[in-house]
């Protein structure tokens, strides 16, 4: 019985750091795709890290897309901040909530309120919904 082979985790890493940046840009897989002259079924495979991105593949993505190429490898597991006492991967939980749609989403309309009254009862009702203690 032959084991598929796993992702390895630098590229699933990449991938989702690509799928990040193109949903903080708004943009489908089918507009990234067309800009690289490739297929969505591609950007998909590159996005779950199922398919690893080449070098001149990833500078062109991260041309498109408006970033440093070292955008991508931000957090990456196995990095400075995995050894020693460090917090592994100390800002995950953020590119884990930006990586989801409803994340995104919660975060441009919560940077769009400007009163910052409005935003700590935001923070205070999120976080009693959650079932955590809210300070006054």
């Given at each position: 019985m032959a084991n598929k082979k796993q992702p390895n985790p630098i590229d699933i890493h990449v991938g989702s750091r690509v799928r990040l940046r193109r949903m903080m840009q708004s943009m489908s897989q089918e507009k990234l795709g067309e800009s690289l002259?490739?297929?969505?079924?591609q950007i998909q495979k590159y996005?779950?890290?199922t398919n690893r991105i080449g070098a001149s593949r990833l500078q062109h993505i991260?041309?498109?897309l408006q970033v440093p190429v070292s955008f991508f490898f931000e957090d990456a597991p196995g990095g400075p901040a995995?050894?020693?006492f460090a917090e592994s991967r100390p800002a995950a939980f953020v590119t884990d909530f930006l990586s989801s749609a409803e994340g995104l989403?919660?975060?441009?309309a919560f940077i769009r309120i400007k009163?910052?009254?409005?935003?700590?009862?935001?923070?205070?009702l999120v976080r009693s919904i959650a079932g955590e203690e809210v300070e006054d």
């Open positions: 002259g490739i297929t969505f079924q996005e779950k890290g991260a041309s498109v995995e050894s020693g989403q919660l975060n441009k009163d910052p009254k409005v935003r700590r009862r935001v923070v205070d």
